[in-house]
């Protein structure tokens, strides 16, 4: 039969095929079979939002008014909850009318953003590997991608001089997320201060997603983009409830900074949907106030769990430094193996799942991400089944110092 009277748009045919296809036929078959699964291959957080956060939520959820559509832009009061905790984070001062937006989540903002800023064939600098919808979204609103390829050697970091003159001159966005999803890397002061005056050299919108604003460890308190001066002159940044409350499914987040790029947003917004419910706003206000010793308490989570697999996995060859924030690591795969034959080769021998890293771009070649994201008997069974199954580094013939 013939299909091309619905053939999907060109927008949505030009999109990256999805890197995951096998990966899920397999997971499907295997939990089919009924085997045990330990799936660390998404950025999903184990456990239960906290209890004052639901309790918030229940007692919106009884309020009436909270029923109807809410506002276009977001209830004031989640709004000034934003503006009071970023005053108190980063000692940032922002309007909580213009310089706020609540999301319905930050992927959703993100995905959105491009399609108000990009025209067909806009340049939009992208960092690879990055989170998807960093390319994707450019890719649907139809940008020229142009790949900033991260590299080991340079700590993950963008090599803002490895971008030619021509580019730079022609770019419209630059997206960038430190601490980094999938790398875990994160970016000094200075680099944020480089990437600014870049920015304003190239008239060139910036885009930072700090979604892992709070899973920080060691004393190590990630940048805030609006922190550095004259950002909020260029640039927005984009946060999430989604992982340092775990809130991932109440589908929630926010982007602060500049006033007329958020007004682009909002106007596309108010256009293609009504915004967060408001019962779920309130929680979310809730949220942003719960006290520092919860935030320890999450930090601590990660950290030990970090430090468990990072040591489980030098005794199995590999050598991880200690990340410093988000619930990931970035573990090369052994003996030139591609990343999507290593997360296969685990996956069938282990029952493990992990993230093949091309599906972050193809700077993430040579690679796979482990989300920490299981209680540590379960990493302890992971580590067992990798000994078991004779899965380990092997150094002397790794692609990863090549990538
Ligand atoms: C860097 C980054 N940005 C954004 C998101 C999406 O977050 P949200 O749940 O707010 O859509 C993720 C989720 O994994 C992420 O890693």
Redo the contacts with the bound molecule.
């Keep these: 039969m013939n299909l091309d009277w619905i053939a999907p748009a060109e927008r949505v045919k030009k999109l990256p095929a999805y890197p995951f296809a096998r990966l899920d036929e397999l997971k499907q078959k295997a939990r089919e079979q009924g085997l045990d699964l330990i799936d660390l291959g998404m950025?999903n957080p184990d456990g239960a939002t906290p209890q004052p956060i639901i309790e918030a939520a229940v007692k919106a959820l009884q309020n009436p008014a909270n029923h109807g559509y809410p506002p276009f832009e977001g209830t004031a009061s989640f709004r000034r909850a934003i503006t009071n905790w970023y005053y108190r984070r980063y000692q940032v001062v922002l309007d909580p009318d213009s310089e706020t937006l609540p999301l319905l989540?930050?992927?959703?903002g993100?995905a959105h953003l491009a399609l108000a800023y990009i025209n067909p064939g806009d340049v939009v600098l992208v960092p690879s590997p990055s989170?998807p919808?960093h390319f994707r979204g450019p890719v649907i609103a139809g940008g020229n991608v142009y790949s900033l390829i991260l590299k080991p050697e340079n700590n993950w970091l963008i090599d803002l001089n490895s971008i030619p003159e021509a580019i730079a001159q022609q770019a419209k966005i630059l997206y960038f997320?430190y601490p980094s999803?999938p790398t875990a890397a994160t970016a000094p002061r200075e680099f944020f201060e480089e990437i600014v005056a870049f920015a304003k050299k190239y008239e060139i919108l910036l885009v930072h997603?700090l979604?892992?604003a709070e899973l920080a460890f060691d004393g190590y308190q990630p940048t805030s983009l609006l922190e550095i001066p004259g950002a909020k002159d260029i640039g927005v940044e984009?946060h999430?409830?989604?992982?340092t409350y775990n809130m991932?499914g109440w589908?929630i987040?926010f982007v602060v900074g500049n006033r007329h790029i958020i007004q682009g947003l909002r106007t596309l917004k108010t256009n293609l949907d009504y915004g967060i419910f408001a019962a779920l706003q309130a929680a979310a206000e809730t949220a942003l106030q719960l006290p520092d010793s919860y935030l320890q308490e999450v930090q601590t989570r990660y950290r030990t769990r970090r430090d468990f697999l990072i040591q489980g996995l030098m005794q199995l060859g590999w050598n991880i430094p200690k990340t410093k924030a988000t619930m990931y690591l970035w573990v090369p795969c052994p003996a030139g193996m591609s990343s999507t034959d290593f997360a296969l080769w685990v996956l069938q021998q282990t029952g493990v799942v992990v993230t093949p890293g091309n599906a972050f771009g193809v700077g993430g070649e040579g690679y796979v991400r482990i989300s920490l994201i299981a209680q540590h008997d379960r990493l302890d069974e992971v580590l067992q089944r990798f000994k078991k199954a004779g899965i380990c580094y092997q150094a002397e013939f790794a692609v990863s110092s090549s990538q």
């Design positions: 950025g989540g930050s992927k959703e993100l989170y919808v997320n999803n997603d979604c892992y984009f999430t409830m989604s992982k991932a589908r987040g």
